[in-house]
């Protein structure tokens, strides 16, 4: 039992705060729990000084986000030391992966729980609050698990995530997602266009469809639609004017997904793509199951199929045994395929994750130093690809108020370039003409056209 405070909180003005690290997953699971908690009667406040609840959805893709987690903790513990009434929960990756050594290492922590246990929250929350330690961290067989089909009540805007899978089958040497979210379990294609129409009743425009590996969408499930198939079943949901996926994997991309890039007007003209590395010797020690001709010839064929298609890309840099040769293809690779943007990181070691075993690994200065030189050229290269579109009239979707100047609103282009310019906020939502007039590494500012 642990000495919780008595909250002088009724069911009717309980209040959570949320703290989300990592992914777009984490942040849809943080939605799905604000929105089961909100059928209990709690609101979801941005102070966490007058929280009863705080949940702190946790990443552990690598050690980094690991260290904010436990930072963002000794805040909440501290407050709660003080004499806040506060239950403390742990979800997310972090919770699945070290549940034990969190509920050893903080006495004061009420409840820690991994993905698979999100449509629990209620139980697990009220048990917390009546002054149990809760921790539920097994997996659940596959035929267990629920996907939660309650729409966020908070969410708004003109865009929203829709998740088609749970988990992953892939073993990437690297990646401790295996370990945090489990089997891969694909949702059926009945609930995820059920949501899809929730959501463009409440005024959603775009859908993003999100899994560890949306390209295996369905292939283990007897009877079920392939993910080229699903996307034309969102499609036809009339109001979907953008769809969006996240993340493929390069090996997986087959034709009926190029055909698809044909046939629907809906999928926009960028993806995100992963290639991790330059070097096949890299891609093979990291088990990708592809090369580096395999990835220029789905990129070729995505530009084949839509002449305006841009990119972006994860990089992983100082994998074990890349040397300075490895390294320099990855950057090679980033001229030929024309990266608009990427995401770039130094390997991190990952507890449980084969690549531990790997001998060379690769000292931290010399990961560091290229990492540095991998995202100053992909800096120019973006800013460059930006700079060019100055003079284009381009389409832009409003998707909400800039983040930094006032009376400015920035929308995105079908090739996700982000545009910002003078307008108002009851525009959000409208396609608009929008001349660029500069170009940043991020972002571009344009006038609207008359
Ligand atoms: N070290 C560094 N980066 C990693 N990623 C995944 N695991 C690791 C790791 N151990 C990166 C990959 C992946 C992205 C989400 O995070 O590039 O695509
Ligand atoms: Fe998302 Fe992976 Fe981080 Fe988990 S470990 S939150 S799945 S990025």
């Given at each position: 039992m642990s000495s919780l405070p008595e909250s002088a909180a009724t069911p009717a003005d309980r209040r959570v705060f949320f703290r989300t690290f990592g992914c777009q997953m984490n942040d849809y699971d943080t939605g799905k729990m604000r929105a089961l908690l909100a059928k209990d009667g709690w609101t979801t406040t941005d102070d966490a000084s007058e929280a009863d609840l705080v949940l702190v959805n946790t990443c552990s893709i690598r050690e980094k986000a690991v260290d904010k987690m436990h930072s963002a903790l000794g805040e909440f513990r501290r407050m709660k030391k003080q004499g806040q009434p506060l239950t403390i929960g742990i979800a997310g990756c972090v919770a699945q992966e070290r549940g034990d050594e969190l509920m050893a290492k903080y006495k004061d922590i009420d409840l820690v729980f991994g993905p698979d246990h999100i449509s629990k929250i209620s139980s697990m929350v009220d048990a917390a609050r009546s002054g149990e330690r809760v921790q539920d961290t097994e997996f659940l067989d596959l035929a267990n698990y629920a996907f939660v089909?309650?729409?966020?009540?908070t969410a708004h805007g003109v865009s929203a995530f829709v998740t088609i899978q749970k988990g992953?089958?892939?073993?990437?040497?690297?990646?401790i997602v295996p370990q945090t979210r489990g089997d891969e379990l694909s949702r059926l294609h009945g609930d995820i266009v059920a949501e899809t129409r929730a959501l463009v009743g409440r005024g959603v425009k775009e859908i993003t469809l999100i899994g560890?590996?949306?390209?295996?969408?369905?292939?283990?499930?007897?009877?079920e639609i392939t993910f080229a198939q699903l996307l034309y079943k969102v499609a036809?949901?009339?109001?979907?004017?953008r769809i969006r996926y996240t993340t493929s994997h390069p090996r997986d991309m087959g034709d009926d997904l190029i055909q698809a890039y044909r046939d629907l007007?809906?999928?926009?003209?960028h993806l995100h793509l992963p290639?991790?590395?330059?070097s096949n010797k890299i891609l093979r020690r990291m088990k990708r199951y592809y090369t580096r001709e395999h990835f220029m010839r789905v990129i070729n064929a995505l530009r084949d199929a839509r002449p305006d298609f841009v990119l972006s890309t994860d990089i992983i840099v100082g994998?074990?045994?890349?040397?300075e040769e490895d390294f320099e293809e990855t950057m090679t690779l980033m001229e030929e395929a024309q990266f608009m943007a990427s995401f770039s990181f130094k390997y991190s070691q990952r507890p449980?994750?084969?690549?531990?075993?790997?001998?060379?690994?690769?000292p931290n200065s010399v990961a560091g130093a290229r990492l540095t030189r991998f995202q100053n050229r992909q800096r120019e290269r973006s800013q460059i690809y930006h700079s060019n579109l100055v003079g284009d009239v381009v389409n832009v979707m409003i998707e909400g108020p800039?983040?930094?100047?006032?009376g400015v609103i920035c929308g995105r282009t079908g090739t996700h370039v982000m545009v910002n310019f003078p307008?108002?906020?009851?525009?959000?939502?409208k396609f608009m003409d929008v001349r660029i007039t500069r170009g940043f590494t991020h972002s571009c500012r344009g006038e609207r056209v008359e």
């Open positions: 089909a309650d729409v966020d009540p992953c089958d892939n073993k990437c040497t690297f990646c560890q590996n949306v390209n295996s969408y369905g292939l283990k499930q007897a009877g036809d949901v009339p109001g979907v004017e007007p809906q999928l926009t003209s290639v991790q590395s330059g994998f074990p045994d890349e040397t449980g994750t084969p690549a531990l075993r790997i001998k060379n690994q690769v800039s983040r930094h100047d006032e307008g108002r906020l009851a525009e959000i939502g």
